[in-house]
């Protein structure tokens, strides 16, 4: 045989060898170094388990998911800057992050410009997603979150005079006591004492002592858990025994850690309880420990969330394009979730429900379940 001819049938024989299908390139900025490192960290985890899972699942679409994360070592200024590298230098669809409302309101304008959709998977300050139609979260927002303590604190702890400490440098604390406060007196409640602080502050026996003066018989710490466990602390140090509580901002390993026996009886409102016996929780909770060798937390879970509901976006919207993704994004509705069913509503935020956990022996214990 003629060797063109030879070499014809070879190739007409021979495997058809596919490109490999192109990943669908998921841009995260997440705080994986520096001070807050503990809950991007988690987070990430959440959103590698995901992604794997999915891919091993065959991917979206038909390509994988690849993700490609920068970190903003939790410094201020840095989350522009990793979203501006996503956006123009990786050249991703979708980008998810941040945990933390602060860092969300930072890059969430950057991504808005580009035209890029964000799914937030945690942060529940409300301007986040009023940012703009490219903003998203898959958590509750934090108009619903205080509602839901203000009325836990009149109604289960019969509180009718509270005092709130507020750290004043930080977007969601802030946000989570207007809120609170709004309907706590709107319920014809009193607010005895607003005492501030700032974040990395250490010692809140000044506050606390005006808090005592004051007659409050519940404290609302509105601010992260780091702040609430030395707060509780020293608040019973001080002889200060009435029901603490706080918002979502509370829910972190090191919340016990730093406050020990203090935390006993303290509330706190989470986005999902851990100890929640349906097969979502349970079997996201073997699956986590089994790749990594730990309990997930709240950030862990939603982060999970983030990219379920993100690629269910693109399997709807059939397409990869940031547009259509934003689309399909805002028509999600009763999506199952780990932290619960999610419906993305008109101003692209998340209706779930609300848990109300406390701590009794050393351990986060169910007490209510909020619904929308
Ligand atoms: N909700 C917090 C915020 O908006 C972030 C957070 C989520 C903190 C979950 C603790 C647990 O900033």
């Given at each position: 045989?003629?060797?063109?001819?030879?070499?014809?049938?070879?190739?007409?024989?021979?495997?058809?060898?596919?490109?490999?299908?192109?990943?669908?390139?998921?841009?995260?900025?997440?705080?994986?170094?520096?001070?807050?490192?503990?809950?991007?960290?988690?987070?990430?985890?959440?959103?590698?388990?995901?992604?794997?899972?999915?891919?091993?699942?065959?991917?979206?679409?038909?390509?994988?998911?690849?993700?490609?994360?920068?970190?903003?070592?939790?410094?201020?200024?840095?989350?522009?800057?990793?979203?501006?590298?996503?956006?123009?230098?990786?050249?991703?669809?979708?980008?998810?992050?941040?945990?933390?409302?602060?860092?969300?309101?930072?890059?969430?304008?950057?991504?808005?410009?580009?035209?890029?959709?964000?799914?937030?998977?945690?942060?529940?300050?409300?301007?986040?997603?009023?940012?703009?139609?490219?903003?998203?979260?898959?958590?509750?927002?934090?108009?619903?979150?205080?509602?839901?303590?203000?009325?836990?604190?009149?109604?289960h702890l019969g509180?009718?005079?509270?005092?709130?400490?507020?750290?004043?440098?930080?977007?969601?604390?802030?946000?989570?006591?207007?809120?609170?406060?709004?309907?706590?007196?709107?319920?014809?409640?009193?607010?005895?004492?607003?005492?501030?602080?700032?974040?990395?502050?250490?010692?809140?026996?000044?506050?606390?002592?005006?808090?005592?003066?004051?007659?409050?018989?519940?404290?609302?710490?509105?601010?992260?858990?780091?702040?609430?466990?030395?707060?509780?602390?020293?608040?019973?140090?001080?002889?200060?025994?009435?029901?603490?509580?706080?918002?979502?901002?509370?829910?972190?390993?090191?919340?016990?850690?730093?406050?020990?026996?203090?935390?006993?009886?303290?509330?706190?409102?989470?986005?999902?309880?851990?100890?929640?016996?349906?097969?979502?929780?349970?079997?996201?909770?073997?699956?986590?420990?089994?790749?990594w060798g730990s309990?997930?937390?709240?950030?862990?879970?939603?982060?999970?969330?983030?990219?379920?509901?993100?690629?269910?976006?693109?399997?709807r919207a059939g397409?990869?394009?940031?547009?259509?993704?934003?689309?399909?994004?805002?028509?999600?509705?009763?999506?199952?979730?780990?932290?619960?069913?999610?419906?993305?509503?008109?101003?692209?935020?998340?209706?779930?429900?609300?848990?109300?956990?406390?701590?009794?022996?050393?351990?986060?214990?169910?007490?209510?379940?909020?619904?929308?």
């Open positions: 045989m003629h060797r063109l001819a030879a070499l014809a049938l070879c190739a007409a024989f021979a495997a058809p060898v596919l490109p490999a299908a192109e990943p669908i390139r998921i841009g995260e900025y997440a705080s994986l170094t520096g001070k807050e490192a503990a809950y991007g960290e988690t987070s990430h985890k959440g959103i590698v388990l995901a992604v794997d899972e999915i891919n091993a699942a065959g991917g979206v679409l038909g390509r994988p998911l690849g993700l490609i994360t920068a970190d903003n070592q939790s410094k201020q200024g840095e989350s522009a800057t990793a979203v501006k590298k996503l956006i123009s230098r990786d050249k991703v669809v979708a980008i998810l992050g941040e945990v933390a409302s602060i860092r969300s309101l930072e890059a969430a304008p950057v991504i808005q410009a580009a035209k890029i959709p964000m799914v937030s998977s945690a942060s529940v300050n409300s301007k986040v997603t009023e940012v703009g139609d490219y903003i998203f979260r898959v958590c509750f927002v934090d108009a619903f979150e205080g509602n839901v303590l203000a009325k836990f604190a009149r109604e509180a009718k005079k509270v005092a709130i400490l507020t750290s004043v440098s930080n977007a969601y604390s802030v946000g989570m006591t207007n809120v609170f406060k709004a309907r706590f007196l709107a319920d014809g409640g009193a607010v005895v004492a607003e005492q501030k602080y700032s974040e990395g502050d250490k010692d809140f026996r000044a506050q606390l002592t005006a808090v005592k003066a004051a007659g409050a018989d519940a404290i609302f710490a509105s601010g992260y858990y780091t702040e609430a466990a030395l707060i509780c602390v020293q608040a019973r140090q001080l002889g200060l025994n009435v029901p603490i509580f706080g918002g979502d901002g509370w829910d972190a390993p090191p919340l016990l850690e730093i406050g020990g026996a203090a935390m006993e009886g303290t509330y706190f409102c989470a986005h999902y309880s851990p100890e929640d016996p349906s097969s979502a929780v349970q079997g996201f909770n073997q699956r986590y420990q089994a790749r309990v997930p937390d709240a950030w862990a879970a939603l982060g999970y969330d983030s990219v379920l509901v993100l690629a269910d976006a693109i399997r397409s990869a394009e940031p547009k259509a993704i934003r689309d399909a994004l805002a028509q999600t509705e009763d999506f199952p979730a780990v932290t619960g069913r999610i419906t993305i509503d008109e101003k692209r935020n998340a209706s779930k429900s609300a848990v109300m956990l406390t701590v009794k022996d050393g351990k986060y214990k169910f007490v209510a379940s909020v619904a929308p």
